[in-house]
């Protein structure tokens, strides 16, 4: 994922099932060869969660996104 906009990657599915995302980590793993993306949401519907979670698997190339609902940044 060399060059990928990571704050904008997953932006049609954040917007149509989350109220709120935010990208908080990214990092390499498997020596490089992969990259996780953590993010924060707040889930608008959890009735939609296959399918939003489809939606992110057709977009990763493979690669890990860590979903922390309810996250907030002064937990840091």
């Keep these: 994922m060399d060059g990928v906009p990571f704050d904008s990657l ?14 908080i980590g990214v990092d390499t793993i498997h020596n490089g060869a ?4 953590t993010y924060s949401i707040g ?5 939609h969660v296959n399918d939003f979670l489809s939606e992110l698997r057709s977009l990763n190339g493979g690669n890990k996104i860590t979903l922390i609902a309810g996250y907030n940044s002064t937990d840091l």
């Design 10 to 23: 997953f932006d049609a599915p954040f917007v149509k099932y989350t109220n709120i995302s935010e990208l």
């Design 34 to 37: 992969m990259t996780e993306l």
């Design 43 to 47: 889930l608008r519907k959890s009735s």
